[in-house]
Nanobody, 126 residues
Framework: VQLQASGGGLVQAGGSLRLSCVAS????????MAWFRQAPGKEREFVVV????????YYAGSVKGRFIFSRDNAKNTVFLQMNSLKPEDTAVYYC????????????????????WGQGTQVTVSS
């Protein structure tokens, strides 16, 4: 499976952006899909994860209530609606999945995912 992320850009604080991630190849509607982000000089950070089998979605505390994950299985696409953006949300955003089941207690770890999109830059100005 391959992932292609898009939708990043420059936005003012308080604004919104919608990221998309299209999966191609051997896709699986029950797969776990996640978004991570990485700011300059910082480690890759968990943003949100969706377990396709259970339908459960988990958000990082820093984005909960502002970001919304959604999934369109018919289009093999996941979305990240980002509202009330803050300068600290500035980062390269990556979508990720795994070709094997992700253990529940590892779903927040970047090491659990072996397929990554190329990243899309989100810049929030103050």
């Amino acid at each position: 499976v391959q992932l292609q992320a898009s939708g990043g850009g420059l936005v003012q604080a308080g604004g919104s952006l919608r990221l998309s991630c299209v999966a191609s190849g051997r896709t699986d509607t029950t797969s776990t899909m996640a978004w991570f982000r990485q700011a300059p000089g910082k480690e890759r950070e968990f943003v949100v994860v969706h377990r396709g089998g259970s339908g459960d979605t988990y958000y990082a505390g820093s984005v909960k209530g502002r970001f919304i994950f959604s999934r369109d299985n018919a289009k093999n696409t996941v979305f990240l609606q980002m509202n009330s953006l803050k300068p600290e949300d500035t980062a390269v955003y990556y979508c990720a999945t795994s070709e094997s089941p992700v253990l529940y207690h590892m779903i927040l770890s970047a090491r659990s995912y072996n397929v990554w999109g190329q990243g899309t830059q989100v810049t929030v100005s103050s």
